[in-house]
């Protein structure tokens, strides 16, 4: 049995939450609102995860001291753009070292870096036993009905990969280990742009061809970025590529591919994050995929047309009018410079 606090009580974060306190271990769940924390130790979480009945071993805390003090294993389970006020808090508080999972997909803007990167600017190493990546297909809408579910545990340690697979995994929440960290961050985070722009498309009413052609045009730029950055390219291949590409694309519980619906529909930005009440994630990962582009120098035309339509208010047909008249090419031609 671990002792684990879990921070962020949102829907992935409480699903998580779930897992582990069927799994025996000895769970808390901090939320930095109290009302909330009362909510789950009363067995729902409604805004996050409607209709669920928790089970009692989930204890929820909106007192960090206590989050703080209870760990050896710290997940952290807040939006990207929460990632650094939370560590600091989480480190103001630190005695020991802990072992840290991070389970969110993002990468921040401006700096570029990828979440365990901003971890590890804020909480000093020797408070850092290694940060793991968990990541891969899983919405957690499935989780906590306990429906089949794979994912990896990422890190270059594979003791402690090993150690965050062991504590996860359950007879429907299986976990795999990868040592390549930038391929699993890089994939988490980017097929979030592909599935918003699979969303507008959709919403458009172009149909399944489109929605083949972006997920597939998709995965091929998000390869090229991520072997750039230093990532195994069969990496995107697996549950944090394609895995989770297919699923973000598809699910009815994708908030990204959602939120794009909505673009497609007609909606605005502004309208589409009012209606959501959840994090989009794509929407600021966009926006740092085009800088990470213009970094690397890395054609990423679907990025490019997403953030066009998401940041200089381009119509969404126009953006595939554009994607479309593009300059011909071999479609290997990826292959080709990674050969
Ligand atoms: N949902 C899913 O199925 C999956 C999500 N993920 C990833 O997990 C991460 C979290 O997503 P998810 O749980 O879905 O998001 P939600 O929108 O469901 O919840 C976000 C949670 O974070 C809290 N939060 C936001 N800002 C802060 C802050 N500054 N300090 C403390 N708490 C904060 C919110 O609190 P409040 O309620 O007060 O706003 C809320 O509880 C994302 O990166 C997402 O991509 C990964 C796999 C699956
Ligand atoms: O990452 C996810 C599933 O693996 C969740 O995707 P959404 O944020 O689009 O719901």
């Not at 582990?20 to 009302?35: P, S, V, Y």
């Amino acid at each position: 049995m671990e002792k684990v606090t879990v921070f962020g009580a949102g829907s992935w974060g409480t699903a998580l939450s779930y897992v582990l306190a069927q799994n025996g271990h000895d769970l808390l769940l901090w939320t930095h609102r109290k009302e909330q924390a009362e909510e789950i130790n009363n067995h729902t979480n409604e805004r996050y995860l409607k209709g669920v009945q928790l089970p009692d071993s989930i204890k929820a805390t909106a007192d960090l001291d206590r989050a703080v003090a209870h760990a050896d294993i710290i997940v952290l389970a807040v939006p990207t753009k929460a990632i650094r006020e939370v560590s600091r808090d989480i480190r103001a508080r630190l005695s020991k070292k802990a072992l840290f999972v991070h389970v969110s997909k993002g990468i921040e803007p401006d700096s570029l870096k990828r979440i365990s990167e901003m971890i590890r600017d804020e909480i000093p190493a020797e408070f850092i036993e290694e940060v793991v990546i968990l990541s891969g297909p899983s919405h957690a809408e499935e989780v906590v009905l306990e429906h089949p579910t794979t994912v990896t545990a990422a890190c270059a340690n594979t003791q402690a990969a090993n150690r965050i697979q062991d504590l996860f995994m359950n007879s429907y929440f299986r976990v795999y280990t990868n040592t390549d960290v930038i391929g699993v961050e890089i994939g988490g985070a980017l097929k979030n742009i592909i599935a918003l722009a699979v969303g507008i498309t959709d919403g458009l009413g172009y149909g399944d061809n489109a929605k083949a052609a972006i997920m597939t045009r998709g995965l091929a730029e998000i390869a090229r970025l991520g072997v750039k950055m230093g990532a195994t390219p069969l990496t995107f291949s697996g549950l944090s590529g394609v895995g989770d590409l297919i699923v973000t694309c598809t699910s009815v519980h994708s908030r990204n591919w959602r939120a794009g619906n909505m673009l497609g529909k007609g909606k605005s930005v502004e309208e589409v994050l009012e209606e959501m009440g959840m994090v989009v994630e794509g929407i600021r990962t966009t926006k740092a995929a085009h800088q990470l582009a213009e970094r690397y120098q890395v054609p990423m035309p679907i990025t490019q047309a997403l953030y066009m339509v998401l940041f200089e208010g381009v119509k969404p047909e126009l953006a595939v009018e554009e994607l479309m008249g593009r300059m011909k090419k071999n479609e290997m031609e990826d292959l080709v410079d990674l050969l």
